[in-house]
């Protein structure tokens, strides 16, 4: 057996394309109750896997012996992609390489952008980045298990590139690799209508076109015509014909005779 803890000088690669990278918070390990760690997956090329190898074989090299590091179940760190094509199926048909950069809890990753300033908001660190990344490779006895890891150190955002992992599982390829193409529409059947007769798709809501709202038109104020004020014809005052005053005819005075009274009885 060698000598145990033995842990390479850090030294940067890149660029890498990351995979589920985790570098503002840290998490656990899919399944488990281990420490929390700062992590992320990493696709390399064969190049870049050709850079990783010689401090891969000088810390195996050191920590363990040939019998140890012959054995099947000897963790190297870094694997072919062709042992997780249902999670990076297109990097495994280009012969890639991927591993996993971990940091502990206590030891958050620095994270720069390519003018070295820091990377404060974690959207701009996705699936698909492009980075280059300062690694080391330490190896490790675990209840049993033995092999090497890899350690992250500081992480500085290149670009964007493709994404090459998928959520786990099969791809949407090999799942249906054997399932033949769609058949034709039956004659008759509407475009667009779902086979076997599901729900059928939803079409969009016609919106109704809005008329410009006609402005009723405005006639002219007709102003009343102003008749001009007919002046009363004023008659000439008729002047009352004065008759001339008759002079009462003066009739001569009647001299009146008179009556004598009869003579009184005698009343002895």
Do not use: C, H
């Given at each position: 057996m060698g000598t145990p803890n033995v842990r390479s000088d850090n030294f940067t690669i890149g660029p890498v394309t990351l995979a589920f990278p985790h570098l503002f918070n840290p998490q656990r390990p899919k399944g488990s109750n281990g420490d929390l760690k700062y992590n992320t997956g990493c696709v390399i090329t064969q190049d870049i896997y050709n850079q990783i190898l010689p401090h891969l074989q000088g810390v195996v090299g050191k920590a363990f012996s040939e019998a140890e590091w012959s054995s099947r179940d000897f963790e190297w760190g870094v694997h072919p992609c062709t042992e997780k094509a249902d999670t990076y199926p297109v990097a495994a048909e280009r012969g890639m390489f991927y591993f996993n950069a971990k940091s502990g809890e206590q030891y958050p990753p620095q994270v720069v952008d390519a003018n070295r300033q820091p990377v404060v908001d974690p959207g701009?660190?996705?699936?698909?980045?492009?980075?280059?990344?300062?690694?080391?490779?330490?190896?490790?006895?675990?209840?049993?298990?033995?092999?090497?890891?890899?350690?992250?150190?500081?992480?500085?955002?290149?670009?964007?590139?493709?994404?090459?992992?998928?959520?786990?599982?099969?791809?949407?390829?090999?799942?249906?690799?054997?399932?033949?193409g769609a058949p034709a529409p039956a004659a008759g059947a509407a475009a667009g209508a779902p086979i076997g007769g599901g729900i059928p798709q939803q079409q969009p809501m016609q919106q109704p076109v809005q008329q410009p709202m006609q402005q009723p038109v405005q006639q002219p104020m007709q102003q009343p015509v102003q008749q001009p004020m007919q002046q009363p014809v004023q008659q000439p005052m008729q002047q009352p014909v004065q008759q001339p005053m008759q002079q009462p005819v003066q009739q001569p005075m009647q001299q009146s005779t008179p009556v004598i009274p009869p003579p009184m009885p005698n009343m002895g």
């Open positions: 701009k660190v996705r699936d698909g980045t492009l980075a280059y990344i300062s690694i080391n490779v330490w190896s490790f006895v675990n209840a049993g298990n033995k092999g090497v890891s890899i350690g992250m150190g500081p992480v500085m955002i290149w670009g964007e590139g493709e994404v090459l992992n998928t959520g786990g599982g099969p791809s949407a390829q090999s799942a249906f690799a054997d399932i033949p």
